[in-house]
């Protein structure tokens, strides 16, 4: 029989390219089980329709494991968590359909999820940090479909003070990854080589944005430009020179991240800093985050490698964190590929 004391929330995640299942006791991560797609690395992107097949195919399998791995049982669930939006529709509808169903033959609460949200309160899942931070805080959404800096008032009362208004920060580094002809997803490979190389060899454009938004087409463009004119004095400038144009490309990624979150914490005069995504995972952007909690006091909280990538564990912390307030949905739920905060 389940414990009355323990809430044990199963999440689902699938807005992407990524079927994972996660089970929580409580705050705890108990597993966490992701299946990848590496169907899409000969398309060098990701392609909607062999995404929600190979959800189909992972989702029942990834689950069971999950099960499995946590020691828990389907009747002991207390809730069921998934991913609402944002994200590629087919895929959405594969993770919700499931997580309906399962909630329908279980008889137990449905708990939809903003994955967008999530990505920021991934911070408090009880092994992330030992104090999470306390609100408000500046969250930093930072990944291959988003990047954003949001004012977190409370789990749930988050305000965008700033987003990009054209390409992603990891959507840039796929782009001019592809031009540095790296295989798809680049970012982790840029972020591996530019470690042999030197920043300061190539000044590419830093965009000039009002406000908090962000603008990464300027930095592509000047990248490709660039290239173009090396490439036709010199055809393998690519090859002899991939360390620095690697090392050059991270750190103009990097300056326009802190510039900008520098900016948000002296106008808004929060020094707490949470970031979220996959780029989170990036060496560069965690460096320089760290030195700032020298150089200007800044309290950084930085993720878990495992939790930086689209996981359910993320779903489903913010599923026990609902659950705690009574916050379920019906079967009348629709999944949006459009989904803001």
């Known amino acids: 029989m389940p ?3 323990k809430t044990y929330v199963l999440g689902i995640e699938s807005s992407c390219d990524d079927t994972s299942a996660a089970v929580f006791c409580n705050d705890k991560v108990l597993s966490n089980i992701v299946a990848t797609q590496d169907v899409h690395k000969k398309y060098g992107g990701v392609v909607p329709e062999l995404a929600s097949r190979a959800h189909q195919q992972h989702i029942v ?5 999950a099960l499995k791995a946590a020691g828990v049982t389907k009747d002991m669930l207390s809730a069921i968590a998934f991913t609402r939006g944002p994200g590629l ?17 279980l008889d137990i ?3 939809e999820v903003n994955h967008m949200q999530a990505h920021l309160l991934v911070h408090f899942i009880a092994e992330t940090h030992p104090i999470p931070p306390k609100f408000p805080f500046l969250g930093v959404t930072i990944s291959g ?18 987003e990009t208004l054209d390409d992603a920060i990891g959507e840039a580094f796929d782009k001019c990854g592809k031009m540095f002809k790296l295989p798809y997803p680049a970012g982790s490979e840029i972020d591996r080589i530019s470690k042999h190389g030197d920043p300061n060899t190539f000044k590419f454009a830093k965009p000039r944005v009002k406000g908090l938004d962000f603008s990464f087409s300027g930095l592509k463009t000047s990248v490709l430009y660039f290239l173009q004119k090396q490439v036709k004095e010199d055809p393998a400038f690519i090859e002899n020179n991939i360390e620095d144009l690697c090392a050059s490309f991270q750190f103009r990624v990097v300056d326009i991240l802190i510039s900008k979150l520098e900016k948000a914490v002296k106008e808004t005069g929060i ?8 780029v989170s995972a990036n060496s560069g952007i965690r460096e320089a985050l760290v030195k700032k909690q020298t150089t200007d006091n800044w309290s950084v909280f ?4 495992e939790f930086c990538t689209d996981n359910a564990a993320m779903i489903g912390i913010v599923g026990y964190l609902k659950y705690q307030n009574n916050e379920f949905a019906n079967l009348s739920s629709a999944s949006k590929a459009r989904y803001t905060i």
């Open 302 to 305: 930085i993720p878990k490698f």
């Open 89 to 105: 529709m087919g895929s959405l509808l594969v993770g919700s359909s499931f997580a309906k169903s399962l909630s329908l033959g």
């Open 3 to 5: 414990d009355s004391k």
């Open 61 to 65: 399998p990834v689950v069971d494991q």
């Open 109 to 111: 609460p449905l708990i």
């Open 271 to 278: 020094h707490q800093v949470a970031i979220g995504g996959g």
């Open 145 to 162: 479909g988003h990047t954003q800096i949001v004012r977190v008032k409370s789990y749930f009362d988050m305000e965008v003070l700033g």
